[in-house]
């Protein structure tokens, strides 16, 4: 049997095996909402537009990420230890690695952890401070960023742009402002994409099939494998997600994707793809930053709400239309980036 084929069946088994998992730990999370009330919050003095539109979402149950973090812990936690207990159908399976997983397994559950206090800390406090404010986040996942950053510099010895075989030697300082910027700009713009029900997980999804093929095409087949994990668990977690969701996944989750999506595409070599891969990304981060601007400097609003899918909402699309189209746009962008990625690697040297 040859690679490619052992490869498949195996990313296929770990994908199907992290979508069984997540679905198994549904009834455990809501055990918790209830134990420990986890659901959401909403202010009507820090968004009248948003509360008019989102009221009846009033105590949904949050965190939800917790779902696919928990099942892509179990998962890689059983089959490592089952390499080191040379038990061989699970060792077969086990993907962690220090080139190919280390960092973006560690990104994934930090920024998940982060993301969980975060959320934790909005639920339980008394006063309309519904988390983390912008400034803590951003010394927080900074931090982080360096951490990265620093990992890529002296680990993998990073000074350099890429797009697979193309190389833009950029010195070790621009490297690290590169890194801590798109770093920065993705895992917030993953934040800021998480409003609407199904919304953040299924254009994570598109994102994420790319980076799979990307990997597996490269023969990074570990970083395929966790990719695939990631997959299958987000998958189950949509399941519940969609309109109307059953909960919601919080900062917990959209943080830890948007996170992982980063580390994933300097891994891949696909930064310079980023804005036509995740195409909504842009359009929801642009609307805000356009929105921020034009109240300082003109003292007017460009929409009737931020970010955009808040504001056509507001307009009176229903909330299915709008998740439906911003998938396709984004899966469209996702494969076009693919494309043009595979084109670089065949016929670009």
């Known amino acids: 049997m040859s690679e490619t084929v052992v490869q498949i069946f195996r990313l296929s088994f770990i994908g199907i095996f992290n979508f069984f998992a997540a679905i198994l730990l549904v009834p455990l999370f809501f055990k918790l909402v209830a134990r420990f009330n986890l659901r959401k919050k909403i202010y009507k003095e820090d968004a009248p537009v948003f509360q008019s539109l ?41 993907f962690v690695n220090r080139r190919e997983t280390f960092l973006p397994l560690f990104a994934f559950f930090f920024s998940g952890f982060i993301g969980f206090l975060d959320d934790l800390f909005g639920l339980k406090t008394n006063s309309k401070r519904t988390g983390l404010r912008i400034k803590e986040k951003l010394i927080i996942y900074t931090s982080l960023a360096i951490l990265g950053a620093w990992w890529f510099v002296a680990k993998l010895n990073f000074n350099f742009i890429n797009l697979d075989s193309l190389f833009f030697f950029v010195g070790t300082f621009w490297f690290i402002f590169y890194f801590i910027f798109v770093f920065l700009a ?51 977690f949509l399941w519940f997600n969609v309109y109307p969701a059953k909960f919601f996944m919080g900062d917990t989750g959209s943080m830890s994707l948007g996170v992982t999506i980063a ?48 504001h056509f909402e507001a307009k009176g699309l229903p909330e299915p239309t709008i998740v439906f189209r911003f998938w396709v746009v984004n899966a469209i962008g996702s494969i076009l980036a693919t494309v043009i990625y595979l084109v670089i690697k065949f016929y670009g040297s």
Do not use: C
């Open 186 to 236: 993705v895992s917030f713009s993953a934040n800021e994409t998480d409003g609407l029900d199904g919304l953040l997980a299924g254009i994570s999804l598109s994102i994420l099939f790319a980076h799979l093929i990307i990997a597996f095409l490269n023969q990074d087949y570990h970083l395929a494998a966790f990719i695939s994990s990631l997959i299958g668990s987000l998958t189950a």
């Open 54 to 94: 989102h009221s009846k979402k009033q105590g949904t149950p949050t965190m939800g990420g917790l779902i696919f973090l928990l099942a892509v812990l179990l998962t890689t936690s059983i089959f490592y230890l089952g390499d080191k207990l040379k038990i061989e159908f699970l060792s077969f399976f086990n």
């Open 263 to 310: 580390i994933l595409s300097f891994l891949s070599g696909t930064t310079l793809l980023l804005p036509l891969m995740a195409p909504i990304f842009v359009l929801e981060s642009g609307s805000v930053i356009l929105q921020v601007l034009s109240k300082k400097i003109r003292k007017k609003k460009i929409f009737l709400s931020t970010p955009i899918h808040h």
